[in-house]
């Protein structure tokens, strides 16, 4: 089957007419969303099942798709489906009824740009349709220059690859994302790339360290104060909310929000308004939160320190960065580019890596990532004043070779080791000992051991024993 790619329909030489294609069996509903787009200068086509909108869809184009989840000839889903493999290009929603988040859920996962529960908020209805309206022209040639000044991950690894396709779908959605990661691994980076990519791109993107905020200001500076609300409070405030209204809030580190911060943004996400401490209203916001934390959400869920109900709005998908070790082939290529910034600022002939130096790289297991690779190179630029850099002036210790190697110095009993690493040895001994007695189950292990799970599993991460088959 062919498939479609949605663009404007023109109108006459100077104007764009959007056309919208509404699919619901209900009279009233339908009538309601006509008139609304109508007012808005829209173009409105509607059908009363799949069968007839998948025919419409094939007979014009349209620029963006209202369906209902509940249709007379099957689910709403399947005409997502059909439009995200068909029609390119093409924004669908999905309008389900209050109280059936899952069915939400499923929709976004599927590829659906966004969501309204009924009874359908007309100020909610408008500001989709504008953000969707809004979405970057698809067309390469296109989208090759929206990209210019544009944040890039490079990279040509399977991984890094995988990494840009998954965030170019993510931008064409309003779906929460969760991206997990190391310390290091690029998450606030990918978070921008999917903002800047997205229908928000012209909006403010704002970031928040949720490990920085004191708990007794988290509430006035996700959701404002008004002047008066509190000692010390002498003018109004306009928290992180009001600040990324329109575009994107990028909650980094959500693990450490406490309790009952979680609860007040649950309710936030559900109903899309807030209310400023000190006020009796409450306003509209219309924000696409992003999140991360290098720590295990879904075991904050089991320990009980994170609200389950709010890691499934938050997970709704997932976003997972990948570790620098598992992108070895990429470290030159990052490399070059972190000392060519690096050199450009410091106003001075761009250095080059010896092959000694960089193989010492490759090989390097950058616990830190990205970041600890950007920290050694700065640091070697500062000591180092010749254009041309060796593998000493990299300074990476015995410690760093000896983990990332796994070289048979370890191994040697009676080995003479600096102290770091014998000790790196004793425990090891120690986490694989505990994990035969309790045949590889790692919480009987850690208990054996007098240490959380968490605990364990950080040292085991550490140590390099996860990527190791325990038979």
Request: a neutral charge.
């Amino acid at each position: 089957m062919t498939k479609i790619y949605a663009h404007a329909k023109p109108l006459s030489d100077n104007a764009l007419i959007p056309t919208v294609l509404i699919v619901d069996d209900e009279p009233d509903i339908l009538e309601l969303l006509e008139l609304t787009l109508a007012r808005m200068g829209m173009e409105v086509e509607s059908a009363m099942c799949i069968n007839d909108a998948k025919k419409k869809l094939h007979s014009r184009q349209f620029q963006l798709c209202l369906t209902d989840m509940r249709l007379p000839d099957g689910e709403g889903l399947e005409l997502v489906r059909h439009i995200i493999n068909q029609c390119i290009g093409l924004p669908v929603a999905v309008i389900t009824a209050f109280g059936t988040p899952e069915n939400a859920v499923a929709a976004l996962k599927s590829g659906a740009f966004d969501y309204l529960t009924k009874p359908v908020s007309l100020d909610q209805l408008r500001s989709l349709v504008k953000s969707a309206l809004n979405l970057p022209p698809i067309h390469a040639e296109i989208a090759s220059s929206l990209k210019q000044n544009q944040r890039v991950l490079l990279g040509e690894s399977a991984p890094m690859q995988e990494l840009r396709v998954m965030i170019e779908k993510l931008s064409r959605s309003q779906a929460s994302v969760y991206i997990s990661g190391e310390s290091g691994s690029g998450k606030e980076l990918a978070a921008r790339m999917i903002h800047e990519r997205s229908a928000r791109h012209g909006q403010a993107f704002v970031p928040v360290n949720c490990g920085a905020i004191p708990e007794n200001l988290m509430e006035s500076e996700f959701f404002g104060h008004k002047k008066g609300a509190f000692t010390g409070a002498i003018n109004d405030h306009q928290g992180f909310f009001q600040a990324a209204n329109g575009g994107t809030l990028f909650l980094d580190e959500v693990a450490d929000l406490p309790l009952t911060l979680q609860v007040k943004l649950l309710r936030v996400i559900q109903e899309k308004k807030i209310r400023k401490i000190g006020s009796t209203n409450e306003e509209n916001i219309d924000v696409r939160i992003i999140s991360a934390t290098h720590k295990n959400l879904s075991e904050c869920v089991e320990n009980g320190k994170f609200r389950q109900d709010l890691y499934y709005r938050l997970n709704v998908i997932t976003l997972e960065m990948p570790a620098l070790r598992k992108m070895r082939e990429d470290i030159p290529l990052i490399t070059k580019n972190i000392l060519a910034r690096l050199c450009q600022a410091a106003k001075r002939t761009t250095c080059m890596l010896s092959k000694d130096a960089l193989a010492a790289l490759t090989s390097y297991n950058f616990p830190g990532n990205v970041r600890e690779l950007e920290n050694i190179l700065e640091r070697t630029l500062a000591l180092c004043p010749d254009a041309s850099i060796g593998r000493d002036e990299l300074q990476l210790t015995s410690t760093d070779t000896a983990r990332e190697s796994n070289t048979s110095t370890l191994a040697t009993p009676g080995g003479k080791l600096p102290l770091q690493d014998y000790l790196d040895r004793l425990e090891q001994d120690s986490i694989v000992n505990a994990l035969e007695k309790t045949r590889y189950n790692r919480t009987a292990a850690a208990k054996l051991l007098g240490i959380t799970v968490r605990s364990m599993r950080y040292r085991m991460e550490r140590l390099g024993l996860n990527t190791k088959r325990q038979d």
